[in-house]
């Protein structure tokens, strides 16, 4: 069995698909990830309500990195204008063909333009990574590091971030997430691992000698109902009897 690609998402809620097929669209979307990554649609879906704020001549409708940022930055640009706004996250993850990115967006500009809610494509915190995925895998067909690099660092996000120190940060999260995800297996089923335990973990414990002096001097004196004799500094038990 092939685990090397997710699984597709279910893809949008009904309403949303009659909502975008009344809007008659230059074309009807059929592979989400792909038709709207350039943002090409999304434009012509705020074109509809906004018509002189978006007019589509001035969006391209290719498939280059270039045109994808021009039409991104050109949207972002006249939604500010009309003090409106998308989550950066599922705009990138869109731009860069994010699995269920896409979705949500398509989810959040339905929402922001008809002030009506619907059936959420993902629950919880938008995460266009494949953790979720990795967790359903066995522990034998899980990604390893380099694996985990290429499945959630597109070519064009690193096209398009010129700065190689950012770059490299995204990379140090992906090995991140992947080594505390590993060391979480590792610790759920050590036997499975052969994980033996350390030196420190197998001495036994016990408490400082100050402390054990002290409660021993508690319970002696606890029970003889007796009060403990205060020791000056630097004297012992036999000066302060002379």
């Known amino acids: 069995m092939d685990y090397s690609q997710p699984p597709r998402r279910t893809g949008l809620p009904r309403e949303l698909l009659k909502w975008l097929q009344s809007l008659d669209l230059t074309f009807s979307p059929k592979n989400m990830r792909r038709d709207f990554s350039n943002g090409y649609l999304v434009a012509e879906i705020f074109s509809r ?5 978006f007019p589509m001549h001035s969006y391209g409708n290719g498939s280059s990195l270039p045109t994808k940022q021009a039409n991104w930055t050109q949207i972002e640009k006249v939604l500010a204008k009309l003090q409106l706004s998308l989550v950066k996250e599922a705009v990138e993850g869109t731009m860069h063909c994010k699995p269920g990115a896409a979705e949500a967006l398509v989810q959040e500009i339905y929402t922001l333009l008809t002030n009506r809610g619907t059936q959420t494509v ?4 938008l995460d266009f990574t494949d953790q979720n995925y990795q967790e359903q895998l066995p522990i034998v067909a899980r ?8 499945n959630n660092l597109r070519l064009s996000e690193e096209l398009a971030e010129p700065n190689l120190t950012a770059r490299q940060q995204k990379i140090q999260s992906i090995i991140h997430r992947h080594v505390e995800q590993r060391r979480e297996e590792r610790s759920r089923d050590p036997k499975r691992f052969g994980v033996k335990p ?6 036994v414990r016990l408490p400082p000698t100050s402390v054990q002096h002290d409660t021993d001097l508690y319970t002696k004196t606890s029970r003889t109902g007796s009060k403990p004799t205060a020791l000056m500094p630097n004297t012992t038990p036999h000066t302060l009897c002379v």
């Open 143 to 150: 990604a390893t590091a380099s694996k985990a690099i290429k």
């Open 198 to 203: 350390t030196l420190g973990e197998q001495a």
């Open 49 to 53: 309500f906004y018509p002189e704020d």
């Open 122 to 125: 993902q629950e919880g915190a």
